[in-house]
């Protein structure tokens, strides 16, 4: 069932104006099957640690490469993400669903940083506008591909735990170029983040001197973006 037609009410997830004739669950019910397949073991791990810093922090990194099409409707403004690809390189993967929606998460969080995230200031006094998430856009779940495609390169680490590697700031790191660069491939101009509707129409009115802009087609765009983040130990 589409997700707009399911509303959660009180902690019980039911079909929107039809929570009479349908099945009624509660979230909790509902949660705990869709993480099912999760890590359920846990361990304690006690001790004191030696004070002596690895030679290289090589866990800290890690690599990614994403890819977004995107559609840009030049009539409106409005970006819409149609398909994406991302790619990881964390070294040694010990639980790939874990680490596939860490992937999928970040690169949310990063889609969400150039097409709506962004705070607004009072120009007269400095107060911030959008102070609250009434204001303050964020990506929804019907923003984002559900069908995101997710694929690990596994390069065992020697220095992270069993040959591990961070998988953090990455995903979110490589959305950012990717959306804007596939952006830029449709309309053929860069465009200032957050790529809101009003900052597309006014970097195509730019880009085309004219305050009119012709009704077209929509565009596809792709861009891919490769990312290395690399740490040094730092020593007293």
């Known amino acids: 069932m589409p997700d707009d037609q399911l509303e959660i009410d009180d902690g019980i997830v039911q079909v929107r104006n039809y929570a009479n004739e349908h099945p009624r669950v509660p979230l909790e019910e509902m949660m705990n099957v869709l993480c099912s397949d999760s890590l359920s073991q846990t361990s304690v791990i ?9 030679p290289t ?18 009539e409106t403004g409005e970006i819409k993400i149609i398909d994406y690809l991302a790619g990881q390189d964390s070294g040694t993967v010990m639980n790939p669903n874990v680490l596939k929606n860490q992937v999928i998460g970040g690169a949310i969080c990063g889609a969400g ?24 856009k964020v990506l929804r779940s019907g923003d984002f591909p559900s069908d995101v495609e997710v694929f690990f390169v596994e390069s065992e680490d020697p220095v992270g735990p069993f040959g591990a590697r961070g998988a953090g700031e990455s ?9 804007c660069q596939a952006v830029h491939n449709a ?3 860069w465009v200032d983040v957050p790529m809101t509707p009003e900052t597309v129409l006014k970097a195509l009115k730019m880009k085309s001197g004219d305050e009119s802009i012709s009704l077209l087609a929509s565009h596809l765009g792709f861009g891919q973006v490769n990312w290395e983040f690399l740490s040094d130990p730092c020593v007293d």
């Open 46 to 54: 006690t001790g004191r640690p030696n004070g002596v810093m690895p």
């Open 57 to 74: 922090i090589a866990f800290a990194r890690q690599w990614a490469a994403q890819f977004a099409e995107v559609e840009v409707d030049i």
């Open 113 to 136: 940083f150039v097409l709506y995230e962004g705070i607004e200031f009072d120009q007269n006094d400095g107060r911030i506008l959008n102070d609250s998430l009434l204001d303050y």
């Open 171 to 179: 995903p979110a790191a490589a959305a950012g170029p990717a959306i």
């Open 187 to 189: 309309i053929g101009v």
